[in-house]
Every structure is written in structure tokens, then in C-alpha cells.
């Protein structure tokens, strides 16, 4: 399959669309991204968006490791490969254990040594499976992560949730070399 909206020309991008853009690329990302650059379709969602992104990736209470058990936990829910094949290798790169990361790809329960980690994914993975909390699920996540983390876990869930169903919708490729990690994954090309 081939993606859905061609990918944009910088050098034929309006004024608009170049402005943000350039802003993303002398961001923290350094880089436009697959779904960001479908984003630049609508420069107002982009700017809106890719600053809610730098916050979420960069700036919550959450350490990297379980955020990014968050993200790739949404990737998977998603079969978003293209978020997935971005995202596992950072989340092992910031301590997630790679059993924890298989399990997660393959649809199976990962096992945790830690307390934080185990709350964060019951959290998401209700969040998201569900579309509910139990409370006692909540209650334990808000023991180990405390209020703020859980406000922001949730932004991060939700913000890679529109990636995701970015990455989806308008079937954004998976990065050039990388392998499909889910089987029959809605949208994607390899």
C-alpha cells in the first residue's frame, strides 16, 4: 500500500506550512517525521500539535522509560508500525527490559520488576482496552506515579494515540530498512 497523501516537497511547501516546518526541525526532534509531515496538510493542527508532541515526548514529570512504555504500549494498541518501529528502540535505550517490549508487540502480558512500570502499563492498558480505569487500578497508579504523572501520562496517551491513528488513517510507511512488527498491520506498507 502506498500512502494516502503524497509526501510534501519542502521547496513547494507554502509560507505557512515552511514556517512550522522549520520550527519543528530546530525543535528537540530535530527531524519531521512521518505523521508530522502529514500534519503540515493542515499547518494549524501541525503547530498546535507538534508543540503538544515536544511537551508529551520531552517535557512531563514521567522518566523516559515509562513514558516511552507508555508510547509504545499506544503503538501496539494501534498497530501503528511506524510508531512502533520508532519508539522500541528508544524505549529499550531508556531501560525498558526487551522482554517487557516483545511482550508488548506480540499482545502478550509483560512481566515488571518494578512497581511504577507495572502500574503505568495496567493504567494505559485498561485506558485503552476498556476505555476505563478500575479504581483500584487507579488508585495503585496514582500510589506509585503520583497525581501529576498520571495527568500527564494520560496527555502522553492521548497525543500518541493521535500519531497513531495518524500513522493509520493516512497510511504512513514504515521507516526506510525497518521490519512490519505486527502482522497485518492496518495501513502500512513495506
Not at 91 to 98: C, I, S
Request: some cysteine.
Amino acid at each position: 500500500m502506498m500512502p494516502r497523501l503524497p509526501d510534501l516537497i519542502v521547496e513547494e511547501m507554502s509560507p505557512e506550512q515552511r514556517r512550522i516546518y522549520d520550527a519543528i526541525i530546530s525543535g528537540p526532534r530535530g527531524v519531521v517525521p512521518g505523521p508530522l509531515r502529514v500534519w503540515l496538510n493542515s499547518p494549524e493542527l501541525a503547530e498546535r500539535a507538534q508543540m503538544l508532541g515536544a511537551f508529551c515526548r520531552y517535557g512531563t514529570v514521567l522518566p523516559p522509560a515509562l513514558s516511552e512504555l507508555a508510547i509504545i504500549t499506544t503503538g501496539a494498541y494501534w498497530k501503528a508500525g511506524y510508531e512502533w518501529a520508532v519508539h522500541a528502540p528508544i524505549a529499550l535505550k531508556a531501560g525498558v527490559d526487551a522482554d517487557v517490549i516483545e511482550a508488548i508487540r506480540t499482545g502478550k502480558q509483560p512481566k515488571f520488576d518494578r512497581a511504577d512500570a507495572a502500574a503505568l502499563y495496567s493504567f494505559t492498558y485498561e485506558l485503552l482496552h476498556n476505555r476505563k480505569v478500575s479504581e483500584d487500578t487507579y488508585r495503585t497508579a496514582e500510589k506509585e506515579l503520583g497525581k501529576r504523572a498520571l495527568v500527564d501520562l494520560v496527555g502522553i496517551l492521548g497525543y500518541y494515540g493521535l500519531i497513531c491513528m495518524t500513522i493509520v488513517a493516512f497510511q504512513v510507511p514504515l521507516p526506510q530498512d525497518a521490519p512490519k512488527p505486527f502482522p497485518d498491520t492496518p495501513g502500512e506498507s513495506q
